[in-house]
């Protein structure tokens, strides 16, 4: 049976406002396999990106249990998820959060520095190469193509080659032929990697390369057209 890479448990996020609380996510169960590609779609507000959010701990959830890769993460605190994130989760923004004084090696080594790995400035060369980009290591994010941008975030979020990648809406900000070529070189490393993949996107097309589309609307999980029937999806 394979193993389940995230759990999440009767998730709820209430946010506040100047009205009065809102509620982002209500009641929110699911389970995914560890290798499975799934995506998260549905219109604005429907609390998909939340859900992502919530899954790397960057959000956290009002109430509810969430367990990555086997840890419970619900009550961490802050260093203790950014530790979590460093070693089981690879995040790849819409934006590319790139540091724009330092060059494209630069920027995938940092995280490779950052947590005392030897030769980082070896792993984050081949990992540009694996993306396409061996001959732009040494430009600065301003000297590259959102593409090419793209690329670097992406090498540098898989440069710990983590269990678990999380996208949110990583073509949005490109043109339909480069945000082809952004899909294939996520899609090559996950695979290669050996990664569970959860992207949260507009892209039908997109949403329809993986093995999993969950749709949600209102907080909710309104269908899960999984194709593998071993795995649990529930909102109540």
Known sequence: MPNTIIQLKDIRLTLTSRAGPVEILRDVSLDILAGQSTAIVGPSGSGKTSLLMVMAGLEKATRGEIVING????GLSEDQLAAVRGRDIGIVFQSFHLVPTMTALENVALPLELAG????????????????????VDHFPAQLSGGEQQRVAIARALSRRPPLILADEPTGNLDGKTGQQIVDVLFGLRERIGATLVLVTHDERLAAMTDRVIRMMDGRISSDEGKRSAIRAVST
Do not use: E, N, Q, W
């Open 71 to 74: 840890k419970d993460i619900s």
């Open 117 to 136: 790995i030897p030769d980082a400035f070896t792993t984050a060369r081949t990992l540009l190469d694996d993306v396409g980009l061996g001959a732009r």
